[in-house]
Nanobody, 125 residues
Framework: QVQLVESGGGLVQAGGSLRLSCAAS????????LGWFRQAPGKEREFVGG????????YYSDSVKGRFTISRDNAKNTMYLQMNNLAPADTAIYYC??????????????????WGQGTQVTVSS
């Protein structure tokens, strides 16, 4: 069992930056693949990016590639999402998630076993 708690959301102007954190409690954090998803009002939840259990591999959606960076610190049981050059289209609730199966798809939310409660990111124009 893994519990996930996101933090770091807030209001930022377009072009600004935010760093989200996802703190985990529970066993074997370093064996889980981790992902970030977001959901804007009236839209489906979408994949933002993912990171392998070791942190050696990262994956990003085309919409955030080059602007967002995912990292993790297994010693601190924490994952991060550094978001730069934010745009109003990035406004959403951001969720972190953990999956037990390393080979499963990164972008499919159904592949993830545990979810945080989400943190709101609002980007003003």
């Amino acid at each position: 069992q893994v519990q996930l708690v996101e933090s770091g959301g807030g209001l930022v102007q377009a072009g600004g930056s935010l760093r989200l954190s996802c703190a985990a409690s529970g066993r074997a954090f370093s064996t889980y693949g981790l992902g970030w998803f977001r959901q804007a009002p009236g839209k489906e939840r979408e994949f933002v990016g993912g990171i392998s259990y070791s942190g050696d591999s990262t994956y990003y959606s085309d919409s955030v590639k080059g602007r967002f960076t995912i990292s993790r610190d297994n010693a601190k049981n924490t994952m991060y999402l550094q978001m730069n050059n934010l745009a109003p289209a990035d406004t959403a609730i951001y969720y972190c998630a953990a999956k037990r199966t390393p080979a499963s798809s990164w972008s499919l939310s159904a592949m993830y076993n545990y979810w945080g409660q989400g943190t709101q990111v609002t980007v003003s124009s």
